[in-house]
C-alpha cells in the first residue's frame, strides 16, 4: 500500500514538473517598471508621464506613505485597476507623482471605491460595492505603507432576517455621517433607481465601540423626491413611497446613478450632487431640511447653470474632496461609464473652492485635471520608435483610435511626436506635435503607425493601420534614409490588403529575400503575412496566409485577441523576437519564426511577467544609447507604460522555454542505449540527467553537454518504465522511457 502511494505521489509530482515546465523562461524578469524617465512638456518635466492614462476614474485622497500628506488613489471600475500617485505638492499646490508601488496593497475593488475612516483611528478605511453593496476593509500601516484587511459585509435587520446594504449595480453611494453623531451612514438609491434610500449607523446610539458598524434602514425616501426619465425630480412626495403605477406616463429611470453629499450652500444640512446614466449632465438638489431629515425643495438640473454647467459625454460622477491642497474640498467630475462616447482625454472637470468648506464657493477651472501630467493620448495607444531627426536616438511615436471631443463628440485619430533627448544611461523625451503631420484633419478611423519600406524605394515610410482593417502609407520623399523624412500621402488602401478590423502593422524582412514584408495583427489575434513578390522596385505584397505561425494573441477561447506585433531585439543576444500584444495585456514571445511559414515556437505566453492594462502595443529600443534596452507598452486608455531591461541576457545564456515538444528521447522504447536530444539549439549549455524508476529511486546521475552529449548507458536497467529528468541552470525536464 504504501510503495502504491509513493508512486502515485511520484507522478503527480511528475505531472506538476511538466505542467511547469511547459512555461517556465530562462530568462526571468528581463524588464521592471521604471517611472525615471522625464517627458518635458513646454520647457517643463511633467510628473507622472508613464501612469498608463486615464478614462473613466474614481477619485479618493488617502496617506499611501504615512507622511501626513494626503496623496490620490484613482480607480477605474471599468478595468478594475488602481492607480496610486503621490502627493508632492506644498500648502496651495496641486503636484502628484504615479508611484505604483502602493497598488498592491489594495484589495480587489468591485464597482466603486471610497476611502474614509470609519473606526475612528485617523487611518482611511475601504468600502466598495463586494458582493451583497457594501464591503468594509479596515486600514491600517505597516512598514509606512497604507494597507487593508476585510473588516465585514453591512447588513441590517428585516423581517424575514438580516438584509444586505443595497446598491446598485454601477452606483457609487455616499457614505458620510449623514447625522452629524460621528458615525459613518450610507445613503444610495433603492432597487428601481427612483428613491433614495438613508441607512443609519447605530455605534453611536448603540454606545458600541468605534470599529462597529451596526446599520438600520431608516428611511426609504430620503429627501422625499422620486427620480423619473427628467432631468427634473419631483419633489414633496409623501413616504413611504406607493408603487409605481403601470398607468403612469413616466417611466421608472434606468439604475445607474453616482452621488455626492456636500454643503453646496453652507447652510449646515447636506445637499445632492448627482450624475446618472441618462444624462451627460449633473443635477444639483438642493435641500431645505435638515442633513437627517432632508426634504429636496429646489434643484438645479443643469449644475452650474448659473457660471459653467457640467458636461460630460456620458453618465458625470461627482467627488467632493481637496484636491489642490488648499484645506478646502473641491468638486471634481469624471466621466463614469465607459462606451466610445467616454471623455478620454478630457476626463476630470475641476470645481475649485475658492471659499471655504463652511462657506464654499466653486468655480469651474478646466476640463482636463490631471491629463497633462501624463501622456494620454485619449483611447487605445500604439507606440512606435523611429529616428526622425537622424542624430542617432529613437525617438516615439504615438497613434491612437481618437481623442474624443466633448462638446461635438467626434473623435479626433492622430500621431503624438516626442523627440528623443537622452544621454548615455539617462533616458527623456520632448513633446514636439500633439498632430504630426496634422492627420487629425483627415478623419482617420484610428491610426496604429509604425516605420519601414513599403515603396520598394529604400526609405522608411510612415505606415499606419486602422479600426477598419486597412493601411495607409506616407511616402518619404526625402533625398536618402539620412536625413530628416518628407513623409507625404501616398495611398489610404494598398491594393487587396485588408483583415478583420484594429490592421497594426509590422514591416520586417520576413523571407530573408532583402525585401521587406507586411504583418498586420487584427482583431482576430492572428497575423496576416503580405510577402513582397516584387521582381523591381515596385512593391507588390501578396498575401500568403491570414494566420502567420498559427499565433493567436490572447486566450485562445476569446473569439479577439487584438494582436500588436512587434519584431525586433530586446536583450544582449542580439537576436530577433517576435512579440505580440494582446486584449488581455500581457505580452507573448516568439522564437524560430523567420522564414517559417509553419507553426511559431512561443517561448512566452507572458514575457517578463509583464502585465498592463488591455490591449497591449509593445515597442522596444535602446533609447539611451547604454547597450541595454527599453520598453513602451500601450494599452487601451491611451497611455504608455516604461520598462527597462534590468538584466543582461547573456550569449551562453539559455534563451528558449525548456519544454517537452523541446526534449525528446531516443529511442523510445529503448534497448541499451538512449540519445537526449534537443529540437531547438540551445548553445553549448551544462546539464545535469537523472534517471529514477516509478518508486522515486534514483538510479543514474551524470552531468553532461548539450554539445557533447554521446549517450546514456541504460543497459543495466531491467525492463520497465522510467523517469528521465534534464536540469539545465535552475529549470527542468521530465520526460519519461521504456526500457525494454
Known amino acids: ?151 465585514r459585509d453591512l447588513y441590517f435587520p428585516g423581517t424575514f432576517g438580516q438584509v444586505n446594504v443595497y446598491v446598485q449595480p454601477d452606483d457609487i453611494p455616499a457614505i458620510i455621517d449623514i447625522d452629524g453623531d460621528g458615525d459613518l451612514d450610507v445613503v ?115 449644475y452650474n447653470s448659473a457660471a459653467h454647467s457640467v458636461k460630460m459625454p456620458s453618465w458625470p460622477a461627482p467627488f467632493h474632496l481637496d484636491i489642490d491642497n488648499d484645506g478646502d474640498k473641491d468638486i471634481l467630475f469624471t466621466a463614469h461609464n465607459e462606451n466610445a462616447n467616454t471623455a478620454n482625454y478630457e476626463a476630470v472637470a475641476f470645481y475649485k473652492n475658492i471659499g471655504t468648506d463652511l462657506s464654499p464657493n466653486f468655480v469651474y477651472q478646466h476640463d482636463s485635471l490631471l491629463t497633462p501630467d501624463m501622456i494620454d493620448v485619449g483611447s487605445y495607444s500604439y507606440p512606435a520608435f523611429f529616428d526622425f531627426d537622424k542624430d542617432g536616438k529613437k525617438d516615439l511615436f504615438i497613434g491612437t483610435e481618437g481623442y474624443l471631443d466633448n462638446l461635438t463628440g467626434i473623435r479626433h485619430s492622430k500621431i503624438a511626436y516626442y523627440r528623443n533627448t537622452s544621454s548615455v544611461g539617462v533616458t527623456s523625451f520632448e513633446l514636439i506635435s500633439k498632430d504630426f503631420l496634422g492627420l487629425s484633419v483627415s478623419n482617420y478611423n484610428g491610426i496604429f503607425p509604425t516605420f519601414g519600406d513599403l515603396t520598394g524605394d529604400g526609405l522608411s515610410d510612415l505606415v499606419f493601420g486602422n479600426v477598419n482593417g486597412y493601411v495607409t502609407i506616407y511616402k518619404n520623399y526625402a533625398s536618402s534614409d539620412l536625413v530628416t523624412p518628407n513623409f507625404m500621402f501616398f495611398t489610404d488602401s494598398l491594393a487587396g490588403i485588408t483583415v478583420d478590423h484594429y490592421s497594426a502593422p509590422c514591416i520586417f524582412d520576413f523571407n530573408q529575400d532583402g525585401k521587406t514584408d507586411l504583418l498586420l495583427g487584427n482583431r482576430t489575434g492572428k497575423i496576416a503575412y503580405y510577402e513582397d513578390t516584387s521582381s523591381t522596385n515596385q512593391k507588390k505584397l501578396a498575401l500568403q496566409t491570414i494566420s502567420l505561425g498559427d499565433v493567436k494573441a490572447g486566450d485562445v477561447s476569446n473569439i479577439y485577441g487584438y494582436c500588436a506585433p512587434f519584431i525586433g531585439k530586446m536583450d544582449n543576444t542580439n537576436k530577433d523576437f517576435l512579440l505580440v500584444g494582446n486584449i488581455d495585456g500581457t505580452i507573448g514571445r516568439y522564437d524560430n519564426f523567420i522564414n517559417n511559414l509553419g507553426t511559431f515556437q512561443r517561448i512566452d505566453s507572458n514575457y517578463s511577467e509583464i502585465q498592463t492594462l488591455s490591449r497591449s502595443v509593445p515597442a522596444i529600443a535602446d533609447l539611451d544609447g547604454d547597450g541595454n534596452y527599453e520598453m513602451v507598452i500601450g494599452n487601451k486608455l491611451g497611455g504608455l507604460s516604461y520598462f527597462k531591461q534590468v538584466k543582461n541576457v547573456l550569449s551562453g545564456e539559455v534563451e528558449i522555454t525548456l519544454s517537452n515538444q523541446v526534449v525528446e528521447l531516443y529511442p523510445n522504447p529503448a534497448n541499451e542505449w538512449l540519445q537526449i536530444l534537443f529540437k531547438t539549439n540551445l548553445g553549448e549549455q551544462d546539464m545535469v540527467v537523472d534517471i529514477y524508476d516509478l518508486s522515486d529511486k534514483l538510479l543514474f546521475h551524470r552531468k553532461m553537454n548539450t554539445r557533447q552529449n554521446k549517450g546514456i548507458d541504460i543497459s543495466n536497467l531491467s525492463s520497465g518504465m522510467y523517469m528521465a529528468t534534464i536540469t539545465i541552470g535552475d529549470k527542468k525536464v521530465v520526460r519519461k522511457f521504456i526500457k525494454r
Not at 488602481?82 to 505638492?89: A, P
Not at 504615479?98 to 475612528?120: G, M, Q, R, V
Request: proline share 5%.
Open 1 to 151: 500500500m504504501n510503495r502504491t502511494l509513493c508512486k502515485l505521489k511520484f507522478l503527480i509530482l511528475i505531472l506538476c514538473l511538466i505542467s511547469q515546465s511547459a512555461t517556465a523562461q530562462f530568462q526571468g524578469k528581463v524588464y521592471e517598471p521604471f517611472q525615471d524617465a522625464q517627458v518635458w512638456v513646454g520647457g517643463t518635466p511633467i510628473n507622472s508621464p508613464w501612469c498608463g492614462g486615464i478614462n473613466s476614474v474614481q477619485i479618493n485622497r488617502a496617506d499611501l506613505n504615512n507622511d501626513g500628506k494626503s496623496d490620490l488613489i484613482l480607480y477605474d471600475h471599468n478595468s478594475y485597476i488602481i492607480k496610486t500617485f503621490i502627493n508632492t505638492g506644498s500648502n496651495g499646490q496641486m503636484k502628484y507623482s504615479y508611484d505604483p508601488k502602493y497598488e498592491k496593497n489594495f484589495p480587489s475593488i468591485y464597482n466603486y471605491l471610497i476611502l474614509k475612516d470609519y473606526n475612528c483611528d485617523g487611518i482611511p478605511d475601504l468600502f466598495h460595492k463586494g458582493i451583497p453593496g457594501v464591503s468594509v476593509y479596515k486600514g491600517y500601516y505597516q512598514g509606512n505603507e497604507l494597507k487593508f484587511t476585510f473588516y
Open 188 to 302: 444610495a438609491y433603492g432597487v428601481n433607481g427612483t428613491y433614495l434610500e438613508y441607512t443609519k449607523n447605530l455605534q453611536v446610539e448603540l454606545g458600541l465601540p468605534c470599529d462597529t458598524m451596526r446599520m438600520q434602514l431608516v428611511d426609504n425616501c430620503y429627501g422625499k423626491f422620486y427620480q423619473g426619465t427628467n432631468r427634473a425630480v419631483t419633489t414633496g412626495i409623501t413616504c413611504p413611497p406607493p408603487a409605481p403605477s403601470p398607468f403612469a406616463n413616466a417611466r421608472l429611470r434606468h439604475t445607474g446613478n453616482c452621488i455626492a453629499l456636500l454643503d453646496i450652500e453652507g447652510d449646515g444640512d447636506l445637499d445632492i450632487l448627482g450624475g446618472n446614466i441618462s444624462y451627460s449632465d449633473a443635477q444639483l438638489l438642493i435641500n431645505t431640511g435638515s442633513s437627517s431629515a432632508s426634504q429636496i425643495t429646489q434643484q438645479d438640473t443643469l
